[in-house]
């Protein structure tokens, strides 16, 4: 075992303290932070961990942390701890003091790991230990504080020590020092609060900011007190709070609870009212303040009771502030478990599979039958900016039921059939700066605030309604016509209020134009939505939610390719490179050298296009070729399907691209973007055979029947109408893509593809940077500052001996042979190889890095030994291990001639 330096538990600020940087994700199920909740805000009884390490932080409860890390952070460091909200959002929350660190032993730590409930596997193992004292709020803006340092997002790492002197940063033209910024951004302390002193006395609490700081207060109010701490563990005790633990486990406020569970909610309350008078007289004794809208004595309760739960381990879910409120307010509902379900429950649609599984907010949508074409072209609603509130209040896996008023909205258009006229589910919501809407093109009303549905189902004749045109191309006559085919069998307005009225008691919603399904006592009523999909069922029909005739006509942002490095404008030529391709109708290849970025690029694309653009497309895949493709991978072919009977029959089962064009559980159609790496790997005529009609524009038929019908891939300049397409049909949308990538150390293959599929794909070039040549001081001088330019944008850290070793090897092998590379993400694995390990090692550990990451891009190259002997000329290289490795991995020695 070895350890930190022990160090005091005062106030005091060392020097040149390390602070490290520990984002917490805030999704309550990460397991991190399941781990923070329970050992840095709930805390850990000394006793339970005694038997493992020198604890040298006089309290009863502890406050640890820990991590894998091998080396021992030093007593007097910080740790900055932070909910992260994705890669870029979230705040400071808290900063601690590393009172004491260790590392413990294997067999030590994988105990020490079990007792304090860190590891999900019995064989986790942290071995490295920090003890916290004290502990404050952090008061820190994330975003100044990542300008001052020139951050862009959080770190990969959950504990990595902050380079405040990095470059670009101006921390020490913000501050004097390090003890400075500590000292500003220390906001209240709130552990340890007081003195275990018995004579000492704590000043009381006023009102807490968050709940941790409730806990941690309460915790050291207790301990602190000449009052029996274990005065109410004594009235409820380890088995009861373990019951209420498994009880709260899935419990959502004003949700739905089993009978079981309601008795033990009963249990709680009466417990918490018997010990009412006690409550209050023992929190005023004890100081405990107020948080919200909870009483000092009802913070005292909920607050030991998360005490005791921290205490017991990881059984059930916490108390918390909405939970206990609901428990003691009863505002839950008790299942009937005598009940038995009666229509519209025995429905089967997709809708109301959801809506029971879910549990979804619904709503009903009121707007004239001219509007919801529009719906059906694009697959949305829209919102003008004074109801931004509501489109803001939108969930993904929101219902909506659509409503048509009788009345156009418009007055050249006729009157049509008011009814409900379908039922939606929300995806995505966005804004757009083109109108879409008649409103929008006949009276510039902007309705920029757009939700997409994920799945969309109408009564009407929706094969009458054209979506390659917009409503505003539409003559009155077609508009008309289409309104009518939209509402042609709807269910009449009367007769739904009926329905609702017999569900629940209350009528159809028509109060506003985006109305909510509620129940009397204010909570989200799914019965009545329930039983008008089940008297609409018969003839709800699915509609594709993104419009297969709207060509691609859209930007793509640079921040696309954020945290990636490309010097220059490299980057942003690409993407004008990719648009125009897009925009022409053509599918891309990206080429280059390995390890340029050419499938991260791919794939940014594709999941920018299908979050920013949701109406065309639904989502894309990526895939690897291989040299044993047919066309039974790309296109399908026949497979076993068991039938009910046990007999084997062969069914057409559809290949990697045909699943891109229809949803393979719905039978919907969809739009997802592909993305196939290392095209070239494949045998082009053999993989995408009938392929090469579909990619050059014509509908093709496959040798293949679904149904009894041939299967047909299909191209909008053949197909009319919304309707979907047929079990026996997979439509190509106007705006689907291929995007695939090629190494152009393979650059021979590109000549096995034939002129005709060359042809239909826009060749995009992703080079490796330009390495300076030569060894004069200016060369060098270049070399290291581009290093450095892409150790910045990975956020590494380097030193100089570490940055000129790594570009030495990266610029030999660059130039070793004309037109044989390696991309700066091959360079990036070097660099976290090497920086995971002493300098004093550099010479063996950079040699391993480029046996592990450099070599296998040189299989098969014809003049590999010239470019190993090119590396091992490095001085920061060992030859007699890079050599033996050549001998094993590529088959070459470096004496040998060529």
Not at 603 to 615: E, F, K, N, V, W
Not at 638 to 659: C, H, K, Q, R, W
Request: net charge negative.
């Amino acid at each position: 075992m070895t350890s930190g330096e022990r160090g005091s538990s005062d106030d005091s600020i060392a020097p040149d303290p390390t602070v490290y940087q520990v984002p917490v994700k805030a999704s309550a199920d990460e397991p991190i932070r399941s781990n923070f909740e329970r050992t840095v805000i709930d805390g850990v009884r000394r006793n339970r961990l005694e038997q493992f390490c020198e604890i040298p932080v006089d309290h009863e409860s502890l406050r640890v942390w820990g991590n894998t890390e091998s080396t021992a952070a030093d007593a007097g460091d910080y740790l900055l701890f932070a909910d992260r909200d994705g890669r870029r959002g979230g705040d400071y929350t808290l900063l601690a003091r590393v009172a004491h660190a260790t590392i413990l032993d294997s067999e030590t730590a994988t105990a020490f790991t079990q007792t304090i409930g860190w590891g999900e596997d019995p064989n986790d193992a942290y071995p490295h230990v920090m003890f916290l004292d004290p502990i404050y709020e952090a008061r820190l803006d994330r975003e100044t504080f990542w300008n001052t340092l020139g951050f862009k997002g959080w770190p990969n790492d959950t504990f990595s020590g902050i380079n405040f002197d990095r470059r670009g940063s101006t921390f020490f033209s913000a501050y004097d020092s390090l003890p400075d910024f500590i000292e500003e951004i220390r906001g209240e302390k709130i552990y340890p609060i007081g003195s275990s002193d018995a004579d000492d006395q704590i000043d009381p609490a006023d009102e807490y900011r968050t709940l941790e700081a409730a806990i941690t207060d309460v915790r050291a109010r207790l301990e602190a007190s000449p009052r029996d701490p274990a005065w109410l563990e004594r009235r409820l005790g380890d088995v009861l709070v373990t019951e209420w633990s498994r009880a709260l486990e899935g419990f959502k406020p004003s949700g739905t609870v089993s009978e079981r569970t309601a008795a033990t909610f009963d249990q709680l309350r009466d417990v918490y009212e018997s010990l009412g008078p006690e409550l209050e007289e023992v929190a005023a004794d004890l100081g405990v303040g107020s948080h919200r809208s909870f009483s000092p004595a009802k913070m005292l309760f909920l607050c030991w009771v998360r005490i005791l739960q921290a205490e017991i381990g990881d059984v059930g879910a916490p108390l918390s502030q909405p939970r206990l409120n609901s428990i003691l307010r009863e505002t839950y509902t008790v299942e009937d478990e005598t009940k038995t379900d009666v229509q519209p429950t025995q429905v089967d649609h997709a809708v109301v599979s959801h809506i029971r599984e879910t549990e979804p907010t619904v709503y009903a949508f009121t707007a004239p039958a001219d509007y919801w074409l529009t719906t059906v072209e694009y697959g949305a609603v829209s919102f003008h900016d004074e109801h931004r509130d509501r489109w803001a209040g939108l969930s993904d896996g929101d219902v909506v039921v659509l409503h048509a008023r009788a009345e156009p909205g418009d007055d050249d258009l006729a009157s049509q059939s008011g009814g409900i006229i379908g039922v939606g589910i929300l995806g995505k919501r966005f804004e757009k700066d083109e109108p879409w809407w008649r409103d929008e093109h006949e009276h510039g009303e902007m309705q920029s605030l757009v939700a997409s549905f994920d799945r969309l189902f109408l009564t009407g004749s929706i094969d009458e309604i054209d979506t390659s045109q917009s409503i505003a191309e539409k003559p009155v006559e077609t508009t008309d016509r289409e309104a009518a085919a939209l509402t042609s069998n709807s269910l009449p307005i009367a007769q739904a209020d009926e329905i609702c009225v017999e569900a629940s008691g209350t009528g159809f919603p028509t109060q506003s134009m985006h109305a909510t399904f509620r129940t009397d006592d204010g909570g989200i009523d799914r019965d009545r939505p329930l039983a008008l999909v089940a008297a609409m069922v018969d003839a709800l029909t699915e509609v594709s939610t993104v419009n297969i005739h709207k060509p691609y006509r859209g930007t793509i942002s640079a921040d696309t390719l954020e945290g990636l490095y490309f010097p220059e404008d490299q980057g942003e030529r690409i993407l004008e490179q990719i648009e125009t391709a897009l925009r022409s109708g053509k599918h891309v290849l990206l080429t280059g050298p390995p390890g340029t970025g050419k499938t991260e690029i791919a794939g940014r694309i594709c999941a920018a296009l299908a979050d920013d653009y949701p109406t065309l497309y639904s989502g894309y895949e990526t895939t690897t070729a291989t040299a044993d493709w047919s066309t039974f991978d790309t296109v399908g072919g026949y497979m076993p399907n068991e039938s009910e009977g046990g007999d084997d029959n062969l069914a057409f089962t559809p290949g990697i691209v045909l699943n891109r064009l229809k949803d393979s559980q719905t039978g919907a159609q969809s739009n997802e973007l592909i993305v196939i790496d290392e095209l070239n790997r494949a045998d082009i005529d053999k993989a995408f055979g009938q392929l090469f009609t579909l990619l050059s524009g014509q509908s093709v038929q496959l040798p293949y029947t679904k149904d009894g019908r041939e299967v047909e891939l299909t191209t909008t300049a053949d197909r009319s109408g919304s309707a979907g397409p047929a079990d026996h049909q997979y439509l190509v949308p106007d705006s689907w893509r291929i995007f695939a990538t090629m190494n152009t150390y393979d650059k021979t293959s590109l000549y096995e593809m034939s002129y005709a599929f060359m042809r239909r794909f826009a060749f995009v070039r992703v080079p490796a940077p330009e390495l300076p040549e030569g060894q004069t001081r200016n060369a060098e001088i270049r070399l290291e500052r581009l290093v450095h330019e892409y150790a910045d944008a990975w956020e590494l850290d380097l030193d100089r001996d570490v940055a000129m070793a790594v570009g030495r090897v990266w610029r030999k092998t660059n130039h070793a042979v004309d037109e044989r590379s390696i991309g700066p993400a091959i360079i990036e694995d070097l660099l976290r190889y090497v920086t995971q390990h002493p300098e004093s090692e550099l010479e063996y550990h950079l040699t391993q890095a480029v046996v592990s990451y450099v070599f296998p891009q040189l299989e098969g190259v014809p003049k590999r030994r010239k470019i190993v002997r090119e590396i091992a000329a490095v001085e920061e290289i060992d030859d007699a291990l890079l050599e033996r490795a050549a001998g094993e991995m590529l088959h070459v020695t470096l004496t040998e001639s060529e």
